[in-house]
């Protein structure tokens, strides 16, 4: 009750004085952001069943208020957070992730209204005491994780960017002590915040493209620590320290790049839809970049792709789920009529593909001799409030034994730990 009138007030008006201090620290297979602690989408976590039950596995709990969106949730500790509508503004939501109990309710912004559905698309970043949420209008917030209250607010616009067609999918990334983003445009497509105050630090100066739909991904080839993404016309890695490019590669981006790029073994790879393909970087001494290979092997939409081993998974736009070789590119395997087209993720050596048409989930095996199918299951209940034109494009997320899928206003928990 305490916790619901606090939703309350902060939907309707300003706060008292006094709240409670919360702190969420990220145990070992907790789930702070999107793709998961690394950004991999690769769970380490073990002990999952290997098989499913006929029906698929129990469900713990069913949330049904999530209203408009695409959001996905991070999980820490025993709070749920994502994102989605209310009284026509688009909020930040924390849940008992035991329970499927709503705690509190924060705004964000108006709702980003588009005819393939409205509402946010981002997932929420999970950083101790604090959690950071972007709209899809690109207003930016940073809230209390113990009952939502608002600590800042900042606004891709008045940093310089534009709104995109689809709108700010961004999951922005928290990293030491900024919240690393990209507004795009003119002024500088990467922009790094202090994390406590929302003040501008830098804006990549060298780097103006305009903001697409993927994620920033830290790493440090060479011992450079970068940060990596991928817009419309190139990936590029930039400073951590001060916004300065440090290397880009062309990249034949066409109407929406979406993907998050991997990097592993000194390389960056990435893929997006509308018949782009993908290609792999070097990252060699000096930040030179150099092509590995360029091709239409992997045409990923906006499913994600999951490095396993040294093989990739995910949907292929034309060919159906593929698996593909990292290091040269190749493709290894594919199936086009056992799943259709949707979102992946990776959890003790099994695949959980989702079918974002009609809500199957399949089980199996991360492998590249092929399909290895080991159960699978459909959402039910499914939305009505989904726009006719959408699908269900939130990805999957895997953390501490349970399965979190979400359809619009529900949102859905699944044991999934073995016995």
Same mark, same amino acid.
Request: with cysteine; hydrophobic share 35%; net charge neutral.
């Given at each position: 009750?305490?916790?619901?009138?606090?939703?309350?007030?902060?939907?309707?008006?300003?706060?008292?004085?006094?709240?409670?201090?919360?702190?969420?620290?990220?145990?070992?297979?907790?789930?702070?952001?999107?793709?998961?602690?690394?950004?991999?989408?690769?769970?380490?976590?073990?002990?999952?069943?290997?098989?499913?039950?006929?029906?698929?596995?129990?469900?713990?709990?069913?949330?049904?208020?999530?209203?408009?969106?695409?959001?996905?949730?991070?999980?820490?500790?025993?709070?749920?957070?994502?994102?989605?509508?209310?009284?026509?503004?688009?909020?930040?939501?924390?849940?008992?992730?035991?329970?499927?109990?709503?705690?509190?309710?924060?705004?964000?912004?108006?709702?980003?209204?588009? *005819?393939?559905?409205?509402? +946010?698309?981002?997932?929420?970043?999970?950083?101790? @005491?604090? !959690?950071? =949420?972007?709209? &899809?209008? %690109?207003?930016?917030?940073?809230?209390?994780?113990?009952?939502?209250?608002?600590?800042?607010?900042?606004?891709?616009?008045?940093?310089?960017?534009?709104?995109?067609?689809?709108?700010?999918?961004?999951?922005?990334?928290?990293?030491?002590?900024?919240?690393?983003?990209?507004?795009?445009?003119?002024?500088?497509?990467?922009?790094?915040?202090?994390?406590?105050?929302?003040?501008?630090?830098?804006?990549?100066?060298?780097?103006?493209?305009?903001?697409?739909?993927?994620?920033?991904?830290?790493?440090?080839?060479?011992?450079?620590?970068?940060?990596?993404?991928?817009?419309?016309?190139?990936?590029?890695?930039?400073?951590?320290?001060?916004?300065?490019?440090?290397?880009?590669?062309?990249?034949?981006? *066409?109407?929406?790049?979406? +993907?998050?790029?991997?990097?592993?073994?000194?390389? @960056?790879? !990435?893929? =997006?839809?509308? &018949?782009? %393909?993908?290609?792999?970087?070097?990252?060699?001494?000096?930040?030179?970049?150099?092509?590995?290979?360029?091709?239409?092997?992997?045409?990923?939409?906006?499913?994600?792709?999951?490095?396993?081993?040294?093989?990739?998974?995910?949907?292929?736009?034309?060919?159906?789920?593929?698996?593909?070789?990292?290091?040269?590119?190749?493709?290894?395997?594919?199936?086009?009529?056992?799943?259709?087209?949707?979102?992946?993720?990776?959890?003790?050596?099994?695949?959980?593909?989702?079918?974002?048409?009609?809500?199957?989930?399949?089980?199996?095996?991360?492998?590249?001799?092929?399909?290895?199918?080991?159960?699978?299951?459909?959402?039910?209940?499914?939305?009505?409030?989904?726009?006719?034109?959408?699908?269900?494009?939130?990805?999957?997320?895997?953390?501490?034994?349970?399965?979190?899928?979400?359809?619009?206003?529900?949102?859905?928990?699944?044991?999934?730990?073995?016995?």
């Amino acid at each position: 009750m305490i916790m619901k009138r606090i939703a309350s007030r902060l939907l309707s008006g300003p706060l008292g004085s006094i709240f409670s201090i919360w702190v969420v620290s990220a145990a070992a297979h907790d789930w702070p952001q999107w793709r998961g602690p690394d950004r991999t989408d690769v769970s380490k976590e073990t002990g999952l069943l290997k098989q499913w039950p006929e029906g698929g596995p129990k469900r713990a709990w069913l949330y049904e208020s999530a209203g408009a969106g695409y959001a996905g949730p991070s999980v820490v500790g025993a709070q749920l957070f994502t994102m989605g509508t209310r009284d026509e503004s688009e909020i930040l939501l924390a849940l008992d992730a035991n329970s499927g109990k709503e705690l509190w309710a924060a705004k964000v912004g108006l709702v980003f209204a588009e *005819r393939r559905g409205d509402g +946010p698309r981002s997932t929420p970043t999970v950083d101790g @005491a604090r !959690v950071y =949420a972007m709209g &899809g209008r %690109g207003d930016l917030i940073c809230a209390d994780v113990g009952d939502g209250r608002l600590l800042w607010r900042q606004s891709m616009r008045d940093l310089g960017g534009g709104t995109p067609n689809w709108g700010y999918t961004e999951s922005v990334l928290v990293d030491g002590k900024h919240v690393i983003c990209t507004p795009g445009g003119s002024r500088g497509a990467i922009a790094a915040l202090d994390k406590t105050n929302g003040k501008l630090v830098w804006q990549s100066k060298e780097f103006t493209e305009a903001a697409h739909y993927a994620s920033i991904i830290v790493a440090e080839p060479n011992g450079v620590r970068q940060y990596i993404q991928l817009t419309a016309s190139y990936v590029a890695g930039v400073s951590a320290k001060d916004g300065k490019l440090l290397w880009k590669s062309a990249f034949p981006g *066409r109407t929406a790049v979406i +993907p998050t790029p991997i990097f592993h073994d000194g390389c @960056a790879y !990435v893929t =997006a839809g509308y &018949g782009a %393909g993908s290609k792999l970087v070097k990252i060699g001494p000096d930040n030179q970049a150099t092509d590995v290979y360029e091709n239409k092997v992997m045409k990923n939409h906006h499913g994600g792709v999951v490095l396993v081993g040294e093989y990739l998974y995910g949907h292929s736009d034309g060919t159906g789920w593929l698996c593909q070789n990292f290091k040269t590119g190749e493709e290894v395997w594919s199936e086009r009529r056992k799943l259709g087209k949707g979102a992946i993720t990776c959890a003790d050596g099994m695949l959980y593909c989702l079918d974002e048409a009609d809500g199957t989930v399949a089980l199996l095996e991360a492998s590249p001799t092929g399909w290895q199918e080991r159960g699978r299951f459909k959402l039910d209940p499914q939305t009505a409030i989904r726009s006719p034109q959408g699908r269900i494009w939130t990805h999957p997320v895997i953390c501490n034994g349970r399965l979190y899928l979400r359809d619009q206003n529900l949102i859905y928990c699944y044991e999934i730990k073995g016995g």
